[in-house]
T-cell receptor, first 113, second 116 residues
Framework: DAKTTQPPSMDCAEGRAANLPCNHS???????VYWYRQIHSQGPQYIIH???NNETNEMASLIITEDRKSSTLILPHATLRDTAVYYC??????????????FGKGTHLIIQP | DTGVSQDPRHKITKRGQNVTFRCDPI?????LYWYRQTLGQGPEFLTY????????KSRLLSDRFSAERPKGSFSTLEIQRTEQGDSAMYLC??????????????FGPGTRLLVL
């Protein structure tokens, strides 16, 4: 699976949009971008995933650049409960393969009141 | 879905003792994964099962570690002769098979192990 690069930490004001970047310049055609977050002392929580089109769900939006070498996770109205470590993960899908996820160190997002 | 559950949530043991953790996946999820997470690091993949078959093991899974999923439902992870370096959070995840959405992994709350 391709490697990802994320800033180690970011701050965002409560109520504002939090934009978390991720670089995955070596991503290949069948690899998806997944985002998880981990609140202190809890298990990782799935947020969203995508291949090449932008995706939105009740938690967040995922914007993937046209060349797929980077992406941005957007939390539209950040709250204090969104303070967590956010992981960007690239994972291949081959219609049957089941690789373990490769986590980096993620971005520690701190929402300021 | 009731979510992935893990038991116990916390375990303190002395070096050299054996410990066993249990994971109950989301019902009807046929894939089950084990990960380990040390302080300040992201989770690291250990092994996974599809139904009762253990299909992949990471090189992190030393001979002291063994995992089972005898009936294709819950799984156990046993660590024999624990060492202080085994202190970590042990995470379990489960997924279906099929499309990328179906193969999304959902994690449990983890078991935090401290080896004294």
């Amino acid at each position: 699976d391709a490697k990802t690069t994320q800033p180690p930490s970011m701050d965002c004001a409560e109520g504002r949009a939090a934009n978390l970047p991720c670089n995955h310049s070596t991503i290949s055609g069948n690899e998806y971008v997944y985002w998880y977050r981990q609140i202190h002392s809890q298990g990782p929580q799935y947020i969203i995933h995508g291949l090449k089109n932008n995706e939105t769900n009740e938690m967040a939006s995922l914007i993937i650049t046209e060349d797929r070498k980077s992406s941005t996770l957007i939390l539209p109205h950040a709250t204090l409960r969104d303070t967590a470590v956010y992981y960007c993960i690239v994972r291949g899908y081959s219609g049957g393969g089941a690789d373990g996820l490769t986590f980096g160190k993620g971005t520690h997002l701190i929402i300021q009141p | 879905d009731t979510g992935v559950s893990q038991d116990p949530r916390h375990k303190i043991t002395k070096r050299g003792q054996n410990v066993t953790f249990r994971c109950d996946p989301i019902s009807e999820h046929n894939r089950l994964y084990w990960y380990r997470q040390t302080l300040g690091q992201g989770p690291e993949f250990l092994t996974y099962f599809q139904n009762e078959a253990q299909l992949e093991k990471s090189r992190l899974l030393s001979d002291r570690f063994s995992a089972e999923r005898p009936k294709g439902s819950f799984s156990t992870l046993e660590i024999q002769r624990t060492e202080q370096g085994d202190s970590a959070m042990y995470l379990c995840a489960s997924s279906r098979t099929g499309s990328p959405s179906q193969e999304t992994q959902y994690f449990g709350p983890g078991t935090r192990l401290l080896v004294l």
